[in-house]
């Protein structure tokens, strides 16, 4: 480094033929998070859940929950293509009254409907409860299969566009949909991030830590990715609990990290 300094070669130019790798990286991460690990991690999930399903069983403690309106769903297992396993539909009334309880051991979803399969009815009313066995029975849903698989797999196991498809139908429902808009913002400026981390790294190289030996800038550069990833972790949920913009807790992280970085660039001797 000293040479090609030496030589009239620029820091800035220095810089950007470490950044210009990184950038190409963090793409190709970026196409496998979008394209291919959402699709083979929503596979895995659904083959788990049908292995760990119990035969027989109306409520399973695997799964997953979620809601449409004043009805509660429960479903034991998504299978990819528009098949669940397990359905369990609670509706409620508008003076939050049960009104019915569906138990469906199978749904598939064909030719732009929902057929509930091998169930039972219950619904209940001041004179009482009657109960309706079903072979199949048609269910009126806005869920899709393409909706479900989203819900199968974690807000940061989803691709991006999947992550903003959910969301906006969550608040098409009227429910909250701010854990998947921070899991949005966080994907959406992992690039970023990653460029904050390097700058920060390529700082201690031309910066006032080139003076320094090689152990301590290894023990500051780790110390500055534990503080890094300690401010995501509590930022991100604080933005949920205390209600304020999910993007601000995403940035905050990222831009100490590139002032940081630009700081100790701007100190270099």
Known sequence: LVV????GISTRRLVWAVLKPTILLTLAGLVVAEFIAPR?????????????????????QYGMWHREG??????????????????????????????SVTFA?????????????????????AGGAEREDFSQRDWDTELTPQLL??????????????????????QDQGLSGAEYELAFWQKILQPVAIIALVLVAISFVFGPLRQVTMGFRV???????????????????????????????????????????????????
């Open 4 to 7: 090609m300094r030496a030589a």
């Open 40 to 60: 083979f991690q929503q596979i895995a999930e659904s083959e788990r859940a049908i292995a760990l399903q119990e035969e027989g069983k109306v409520h399973s």
């Open 105 to 125: 051991r199978r749904a598939s979803f064909t030719d732009g409907q929902w057929w509930l399969e091998d169930g039972s009815l219950s619904t209940f009313s």
């Open 149 to 170: 698989n989203l819900l199968a797999l974690e807000p940061a196991d989803l691709s991006i566009s999947g992550i903003w498809r959910y969301a906006n139908y969550l």
């Open 219 to 269: 023990f500051t550069g780790v110390m500055v990715g534990i503080v890094f990833r300690t401010l995501q972790d509590m930022l991100g949920p604080a933005s949920l609990v205390f209600g304020f913009e999910p993007l601000v807790a995403t940035l905050i992280p990222i831009s100490l990290c590139m002032l940081f970085g630009v700081a100790m660039m701007m100190r270099r001797v």
């Open 70 to 99: 004043n009805r509660y769903m429960h479903f034991n297992a998504v299978e990819a293509g528009g098949v669940l396993h397990g359905v369990l539909v609670y509706q409620f009334g508008e003076q939050r009254e049960l009104e």
